[in-house]
């Protein structure tokens, strides 16, 4: 009779603590990541009171079976559907992250590590990636400097708003390719200036600026110069650039065959030749003997040269004027520079030859005087410039297709020219830039030409000093930051923890667990998350794996179970009433 009594004892218990396994599912319903336990359970023993017996031949009886009445029950185990996955809750923050297969975060408080499902993370004020709820440090792996890969080390904190991180460092262009066709029959071209092209630029601060390239075509339409016209700052401001060197190519002569007319309607020379004067005021405005004389300084030099530059209409362009070549009469494809004619007439007599009936001069070498510039002449003079100096490259493309062929030489292995601006003041470094991909190709007169920093691949191009505009978690856990200034950097990867038997983990609380010595040590160094197929989902939270359903029929069959251990105390009770009033 007691026996009965104590099994429904032992029945009430068990199944008390059933219903305590059930309720904390329920109650956890909406925790983030928990996982919800079930418990079986097993008889508590069992009082033997015949023992089992063999059959005997002899007598010819068979065995009997042993007696034994049971004692009542007791919890098996609990267990923890811990590899069963939550659903996905969608939150929008970047820093809510969930796993998806049977791996862990590891997280530390400074002590020790611990592990969890929960990604519920902030960036700390320390920089830190934290648990919301804990505050416990992210742990994963840093970015080797020397590499700029992850190195798979010890986990540790990973700090990832730390100063360092939050400006990208800015970088010098050092390659740059200029592409697209160049149509001979372009305007721009043919015109005197040239097409005109931009490339912009960075040096190694940040600064940003642009280089102005001018193509010119010569005589020959599968040949053309290539100039460095000018830089500007990012402010619109031309840099001064030294005369005595040359960031671009070198001095070359190209042929070019062009008019040149003398404004006859506002200057005029003097009877010697020699003093360029104002019709209208009769002003004397440059005097080509003083112009070069010793004693002339740079900057009156410079006014008489300009003056005389405007008089043939490249008012604005002097350094373009002075560098035209004329034409000798003496010795065929013998030149000489305006410029070099100039300082000769300084110091002769001027004599002139017409050679039709429109006045345009030559040049005679032997009495070195300046063409076009009759003695007293106004009279619509001029005269044809055969060539000009310029100090740039030249690019030739092949007469027969219209590609590229040779940037400096007419080979088509010579495919780079160098923008050496290291030569200049500052923190510059040289460019190399790519031509190989230019064409001559007929586009209906319109020229693609055009100039882009760094290479095909973008590599070169530099850059400004960015500023981190955003933090994005890739699959793999591997952390990047963007950069307004078009760069990502790798700032680390979180590791995740795996266990041989991820059930053994303790619960510690704050949905955190601890390992034990039946689920498997952790190493210290982790793994990659995707090396046992699993993934990380930025923006989403892992929800509780409690099925509510199962946990009501659970809730029932535990109720049931625990009224019918009642009903075996209430009965025994009954039955020893009934024995105690045997005695009246």
Known sequence: MMRSLYSGVAGLKTHQTRM???????????????????????????????????????????????????????????????????????????????????????????????FTRDGSFYVDGAGNLAMTSTGYNVMGWQVDEETMDIKQDTVSALRIMSEANMTYPPEATSKAYIAGILDQNDSDVTSASGKSINLNFYDALGYSYTAKFTFMQSDDPNTYSVELSSILDSAGNELELPDDVDLFGTPTYQEQER????????????????????????????????????????????????????????????????????????????????????????????????????????????????PSLA??????????????????STIYFNPNNGYFNGIGTNDPTSTTANLNLSLLSGNFSNIEIDFSTCSGFDNKGTSTIGATSGDADGIGSGRRLGDMIGVSVQNNGMIYASYDNGMTKLLGQIASASFANAAGLEKQGDNLYSATLNSGEFDGIGVDITANGGYMSTGQLEMSNVDLSAEFTEMITTQRGFQANSRIITVSDTMLEELTNLKR
């Not at 209208?280 to 440059?286: D, K, R, S, Y």
């Not at 003695?375 to 310029?390: L, M």
Request: proline residues 2%; aromatic residues 8%; glycine residues 12%.
């Open 375 to 392: 003695s007293g002449g106004v009279n619509n003079e001029r005269f044809t410039a055969c060539g000009r100096e310029y100090s740039g």
């Open 259 to 370: 008019e040149v007319v003398f404004n006859s309607a506002t200057y005029v020379w003097d009877a010697t030749g020699k003093i360029l004067s104002e019709k209208t005021t009769g002003n004397e405005v440059a005097n080509v003997a003083t112009i070069f004389n010793a004693s002339t300084t740079p900057e009156d030099k410079q006014k008489g040269l300009d003056a005389i530059a405007a008089a043939y209409g490249f008012e604005g362009s002097t350094d373009e004027f002075l560098s035209l070549h004329i034409a000798s009469n003496v010795t065929a494809g013998d030149t000489m520079s305006v410029e070099a004619a100039l300082e000769a007439l300084a110091g002769a007599s001027p004599t002139f030859e017409t050679t039709d009936a429109n006045n345009n001069g030559v040049l005679d070498q032997t009495n070195d005087v300046f």
């Open 20 to 114: 305590d396994v059930i309720g904390n599912n329920i109650a956890n319903v909406n925790t983030v990541a928990f996982k919800s336990s079930s418990m079986t359970f097993s008889e508590l023993m069992s009082q033997t009171t015949q023992k089992a017996s063999g059959p005997n031949a002899t007598t010819g009886t068979g065995g009997v079976n042993a007696r034994q009445i049971g004692l009542g029950v007791k919890g098996g185990a609990i267990n923890i559907n811990i590899t069963g996955q939550g659903s996905a809750q969608s939150t929008g923050n970047p820093f809510d992250i969930m796993i998806t297969g049977e791996n862990f975060f590891v997280v530390n408080n400074g002590r020790e590590n611990f």
